[in-house]
């Protein structure tokens, strides 16, 4: 009877409704983010998914993370933008006309040119460029709509003969193609259908329908479809208009936009996922309820006059993306399984968040406030009814215990009167306790009620007569709070009471004992650890396992208080340390909170997915959190609640994909078919990788890893950075491979694969070391030969110097000359000087054993040389009776005397001045040698004051010894060295008679 009473008592109290204007999401991209202009009038994507956006200075890229502008192509305003079967993009622009983009390189080609030099107006403007599904091109200009066929290369027009208000033939318009295949031209003049057949358009709404009944004054200007087949579009003044192909009928709502042209609308979902139409005007945006014939304006557009341009329907990421004066607005309306509720306005003092959701009889909640009070709330019929507080207060927590709601807030113990609309003090929260905030409370299976406060810790108290009952000694009660605060209480499947605190943990109350136990220090916990000391969130799961969330992290316990596993920050598992709320689903996961979103954690997998406002929270940092028996999640937000329904969203996973965005080679776009490899010249080897998942959420939704292979085998993880570079690579080939996952922890299935090589410097390559490797042998070869050669010369002519060595030692001693010599000294002996005989002979002896000592060197020093040359010359001049003199003039140089040459070179020349210079002379007979050094040459003077060669005698048929001999050595030491020479040289006197003769030798002296 109670339970009834209760529950009539909440249907009365929920009984207020409120229409509620539609809490919408939309993200915003201007300038900021990279659009060339704020001034967007066409987008589309293209196969691959990337989305083409035109606007008033260009067309640029999207790929979710940056815009691609293309500004070097200076295509101007840019009014349409659509693509081919076969990928390419056609684009209607200002400064070239009808232009076609490549999809693979970005390579344009003009199609048609704007011409407005000439008479024909025709050519003047080509405009909202749209490509149907048998691939022909259409754009219009102010008198007529035009198909270009790609196959044909022909343009072919198409135009009106109805005139508009002021006689002028004006058919600017768009296109449409409906899920049917059939293509609309959507006109100022009217609504026409193409026929293919017979190649003209026909009029459905307008002054040229063929029903008369759609025979009204229209103007129109944008189409889209709804999932019924029935066309939306916008009026311009005329507002926005209905039509269905199937039955020729038509609805205009002008009610709304007395004050608005009507551009475009989109059929589309809201936060609910209830169908709406997205409407675009000349002020803002509209939203339309067709099933309940509702229109709202949005006032964040309407309180700023944006205007509208179009409207693309991203079906494939379930992204309505809006074209703007004021930029891109992007509404995402995939929110399958999450449902948003806002609070009704009036009801209470906004803005104002929900901190606690409690389950009451009838399907109703009670939702616990940050301030003045509850609401009593209906999700059937979304009723709310406001329950003050006697004072204004934070509501911590609402609890159901003895058939009322307690609301534990920061200035006391409130209790529910739901007959009278109202919560009243609690008065023991002011008798037994000091402290005004309480942070939750139970009344366990053998009816005593525990009151958690704040500062104070926990108290047991009897509800009959609301005094303390003494379970514990004071010294356990002070355990909890000292330098520490009591968060949270609940009951166990067999009667144990868990506490949470912040900053001492976990415990339980051992009432055998009498005392409260901190599960990390029982013997099953040892090396484990919760994840984090100030716990936030405390739940109890169905198997009567405790859950809590903690700054640090999060943990399941068992119920006997073993440490089941724990997900925490400092292990990486987490990226966020505030979690604040948890609940355990029927699959074995843990959804928890978090000032970031909720988080889903799976114990099997040890992995972690989130969802965010990305995916249809209104708030990153739910409050209230309550999982009740639909299988929902239910989370208080500020000013608005969250239902997620969690087998939808467990559901609602869909792999990512990956592609490459762009290309850079050293800082500079390269435009590249994929599907051929790269060739990257030498100085290339800086290349930088820019990829995509195209589903255009936030970086932190996305993750990549990479695997280069040819430089690295391993994959490497690149978290949320959607690029890679690569500096300094060899010359070889490569192939990259991405992978791309989600927060949800799924994996693309395939990775995207980009092979390039790097070509080596000319010398690098296998050729150019080839012909280094010939060149060097063939020098080998070469120097090896000419080594030999050498060799064998110098072997060749050593034996030639040895042999005029030996012809020298024979000239020295021929026997003309020993004859002369032994007859010198018995013609002494005969003449009794026999003192100058025996001196004579000594030297004679001397020379002779000099010249055998010498014929064992191939060189002597020139030192030595001269010495044996005084010996020889002092025995002629003594053999002659001293008829010449003799003189020898040699520099006192080291560098000089050190100088070797072969010992028999000087010798001929000398005997030659003396035996056929000097000797036949009457008169002063002199010879003088000299020897100098210049410019790093021996130069050598031998010169006589004889007769001269031309009056030497000679016998008849006789051939000089000493001068065959000498130029035979000198023979040889020219082609030894080529700067060696000999030089004989006539003097003569004043009359131009013979006065001697000169020799000449020069010999390098580093070579000799």
């Not at 210079?917 to 021996?938: C, D, N, Q, Y």
């Amino acid at each position: 009877m109670g339970f009834l009473k209760g529950l009539l008592l909440i249907l009365i109290a929920c009984s207020q409704i409120n229409a509620q204007m539609p809490m919408l999401t939309l993200e915003h991209l201007t300038t900021k983010e990279g659009l060339p202009s704020n001034e967007v009038w066409c987008i589309s994507n293209d196969k691959q998914g990337f989305l083409w956006i035109g606007t008033g200075r260009n067309i640029c890229r999207y790929d979710g993370y940056d815009f691609l502008r293309l500004d070097s192509l200076q295509l101007g305003y840019c009014s349409g933008v659509s693509t081919s079967s076969n990928g390419d993009i056609y684009t209607s622009n200002d400064t070239r006309g009808l232009s076609k983009i490549e999809a693979k390189t970005l390579a344009v080609s003009t199609i048609a040119v704007n011409n407005y030099d000439d008479a024909d107006p025709g050519n003047d403007l080509h405009e909202q460029s749209m490509v149907d599904s048998y691939d022909q091109v259409w754009v219009c200009d102010y008198t007529s709509v035009k198909r270009y066929d790609p196959a044909t290369k022909k343009l072919h027009r198409y135009t009106f003969s109805t005139t508009v208000s002021g006689g002028d033939v004006y058919q600017y318009a768009s296109f449409y193609e409906d899920a049917s295949g059939t293509f609309w031209i959507v006109s100022e003049l009217g609504l026409y259908r193409y026929d293919r057949k017979a190649d003209k358009l026909v009029c459905h709404l307008g002054m040229e329908a063929i029903l008369p009944k759609n025979r009204v004054p229209v103007r129109l200007c944008k189409a889209s479809g709804d999932g019924a087949g029935n066309l939306w579009i916008g009026g311009y003044e005329y507002g926005l208009v209905w039509y269905s192909p199937k039955t020729d009928e038509f609805k205009i709502r002008k009610e709304g936009f007395e004050h608005n042209n009507v551009i475009c609308a989109q059929e589309s979902k809201d936060e609910n996922g209830k169908r709406i139409i997205f409407i675009g005007t000349n002020d803002g945006i509209s939203v339309f309820y067709p099933y309940k014939n509702e229109l709202y304006h949005l006032p964040q557009f309407y309180n700023d006059g944006i205007k509208v341009k179009g409207m693309f329907d991203d079906r494939a990421n379930s992204i309505l993306w809006i074209a703007t004066n004021d930029g891109v607005y992007k509404y995402r309306y995939r929110n399958a399984g999450i449902r948003t509720t806002g609070l009704a306005p009036g009801v209470v003092r906004l803005p104002v968040q929900v901190t606690s959701i409690l389950p009451a009889p009838g399907g109703s909640y009670l939702l616990g406030l940050s301030h003045s009070g509850a609401l009593c709330w209906k999700p059937a019929s979304n009723q709310f009814r406001f329950l003050p507080f006697p004072i204004d207060a934070l509501t911590d927590k609402i609890r159901w215990i003895m058939d009322r709601p307690f609301a534990f807030t920061d200035k006391g113990i409130f209790t529910g009167d739901i007959e009278n609309g109202r919560f009243t003090l609690w008065k023991p929260s002011v008798e037994l306790f000091k402290n005004k905030d309480f942070r939750d409370g139970l009344l366990d299976r053998k009816g005593r009620l525990w009151i958690a406060n704040l500062n104070e810790g926990l108290k047991v108290i009897d509800p009959k007569t609301n005094r303390e009952i003494k379970v514990f000694p004071d010294e356990e009660a002070r355990k909890l709070v000292q330098l520490s605060y009591v968060k949270g209480i609940i009951e166990g499947n067999d009667g144990r009471i868990w506490v949470a605190s912040c900053s001492r943990g976990l415990f339980f109350f051992d009432e055998e004992h009498s005392k409260f136990v901190n599960i990390e220090k029982l013997p099953e916990n040892k090396g484990l650890r919760i994840g984090g000391d100030c716990i936030n969130g405390l739940q109890k799961t169905a198997d009567g396992s405790i859950l809590i969330a903690s700054w640090g992290g999060v943990s399941k316990i068992s119920s006997k208080g073993k440490i089941l596993t724990t997900f925490e920050f400092k292990s990486g598992l987490l990226i966020d340390t505030y979690c604040a709320n948890i609940a355990e689903m029927p699959d074995g996961n843990i959804w928890f909170s978090t000032n970031e979103g909720i988080h889903i954690a799976n114990p099997k997998t040890r992995t972690v997915r989130y969802l965010t406002t990305i995916d249809g929270l209104r708030s990153n940092a739910p409050v209230g959190f309550y999982y009740n028996q639909k299988n929902e999640l239910m989370l208080g937000l500020t000013n608005a609640i969250n239902i997620l329904n969690i087998s939808q969203l467990n559901g609602d996973v869909t792999k990512p994909r990956v592609e490459m965005s762009s290309i850079e080679v050293k800082g500079k776009m390269l435009h590249h078919d994929l599907a051929n490899e790269i060739e990257l010249q030498p100085d290339e080897n800086s290349i930088t990788f820019n990829f995509t998942t195209l589903n255009f959420e936030p970086t932190s939704k996305n993750l990549f890893s990479y695997q280069l292979e040819g430089f690295e085998s391993s994959w490497v993880d690149l978290g949320n950075q959607h690029s890679v570079s690569f500096t300094n690579l060899s010359a070889k080939s490569y192939t990259l491979r991405v992978k791309s996952s989600n927060s949800s922890g799924q994996g693309s299935d395939k990775p995207l694969i980009v092979r390039f090589s790097v070509k080596p410097y000319f010398t690098s390559t296998w050729f150019f070391r080839t012909l280094i490797g010939l060149t060097i042998a063939a020098l080998i070869v070469l120097m090896m030969r000419w080594r030999v050669n050498t060799l064998a010369e110098r072997n060749r002519l050593d034996l030639e110097i040895t042999e005029w060595r030996l012809k020298a030692l024979q000239s020295q001693m021929n026997p003309h000359f020993l004859f002369n010599s032994l007859n010198s000294v018995q013609n002494y002996l005969l003449t009794n000087r026999g003192v100058e005989g025996a001196r004579y002979l000594s030297k004679f002896s001397k020379l002779v054993r000099r010249i055998m000592e010498n014929s064992n060197h191939q060189y002597l020093s020139f030192e030595q040389i001269i010495d044996t040359l005084r010996m020889y010359v002092e025995i002629e001049s003594f053999r002659f009776n001293h008829e010449f003199t003799y003189d020898f003039d040699i520099e006192e140089n080291d560098v000089l005397l050190d100088a070797h040459l072969p010992p028999m070179l000087l010798q001929p020349y000398v005997e030659n001045a003396i035996w056929h210079g000097l000797m036949p002379k009457e008169g002063e007979k002199k010879l003088k040698i000299t020897a100098r050094v210049e410019k790093k040459h021996l130069v050598c003077t031998i010169e006589d004051n004889g007769v001269g060669r031309t009056f030497a005698p000679r016998s008849e048929g006789h051939i000089s010894r000493g001068q065959e001999m000498t130029k035979g050595i000198f023979e040889s030491l020219r082609r030894k060295e080529s700067e060696a020479k000999i030089e004989m040289i006539d003097l003569f006197d004043s009359a131009n008679n013979p006065a001697g003769t000169r020799v000449r030798l020069t010999i390098p002296l580093e070579n000799v």
